[in-house]
T-cell receptor
Framework: AQKVTQAQTEISVVEKEDVTLDCVYETRDTTYYLFWYKQPPSGELVFLIRRNSFDEQNEISGRYSWNFQKSTSSFNFTITASQVVDSAVYFCALRDSGGYQKVTFGTGTKLQVIP | DVKVTQSSRYLVKRTGEKVFLECVQDMDHENMFWYRQDPGLGLRLIYFSYDVKMKEKGDIPEGYSVSREKKERFSLILESASTNQTSMYLC????????????FGSGTRLTVV
């Protein structure tokens, strides 16, 4: 069975601080996909990134960066110089290689950026 | 702009009522999903469909059923609503060909009183 653990339930940071959201996953599959989604107060989940299990390159997109480490089954997400607009719930998710594309989500981390 | 549209943003129903939650996508996606989101529990998969008239149970299908008569529409049905079904319901779709993440609707917050 697949599992995604986001141990941080809520995090508060002051604007311009860096913050890292942790994600640990479990799967028996050798091919799988990892995702991060953002859910702002409006409610709609927004796709941020997808990572394949065979691509361990870290990725940077503006103030966002992702650190994928297969050895520790972790896929952590860092926001640099946080802004108030980053306040949201962030979900890490795992999908196997099966055709149905079922995704298992973590319980989410609520990030509050204080001005 | 591609979209997944959920028919209602907020819904209040009485215990025992039959409730229909509708979801429509305009991206010609094969797969569609219904999740419920509860505080501390994240998103849990109720049902999904990989083709017209095809459906598969997710992790928490009890008390729910689904219908997919057309490719673009996936309906979630609460046969007899109960207060423990008060939740945020999220519909999503995905494409086998594109192999990207889900596209989500904006959610329906259902309250059963």
């Amino acid at each position: 069975a697949q599992k995604v653990t986001q141990a941080q339930t809520e995090i508060s940071v002051v604007e311009k601080e860096d913050v890292t959201l942790d994600c640990v996953y479990e799967t028996r599959d050798t091919t799988y996909y990892l995702f991060w989604y953002k859910q702002p107060p409006s409610g709609e989940l927004v796709f941020l990134i997808r990572r394949n299990s065979f691509d361990e390159q870290n990725e940077i997109s503006g103030r966002y960066s992702w650190n994928f480490q297969k050895s520790t089954s972790s896929f952590n997400f860092t926001i640099t110089a946080s802004q108030v607009v980053d306040s949201a719930v962030y979900f890490c998710a795992l999908r196997d290689s099966g055709g149905y594309q079922k995704v298992t989500f973590g319980t989410g981390t609520k990030l509050q950026v204080i001005p | 702009d591609v979209k997944v549209t959920q028919s209602s943003r907020y819904l209040v129903k009485r215990t025992g009522e039959k409730v229909f939650l509708e979801c429509v996508q305009d991206m010609d996606h094969e797969n569609m999903f219904w999740y419920r989101q509860d505080p501390g529990l994240g998103l849990r998969l109720i049902y999904f469909s990989y083709d017209v008239k095809m459906k598969e149970k997710g992790d928490i299908p009890e008390g729910y059923s689904v219908s997919r008569e057309k490719k673009e529409r996936f309906s979630l049905i609460l046969e007899s609503a109960s207060t423990n079904q008060t939740s945020m319901y999220l519909c999503a779709s995905s494409s086998l060909a594109l192999n990207y993440g889900y596209t989500f609707g904006s959610g329906t917050r259902l309250t059963v009183v």
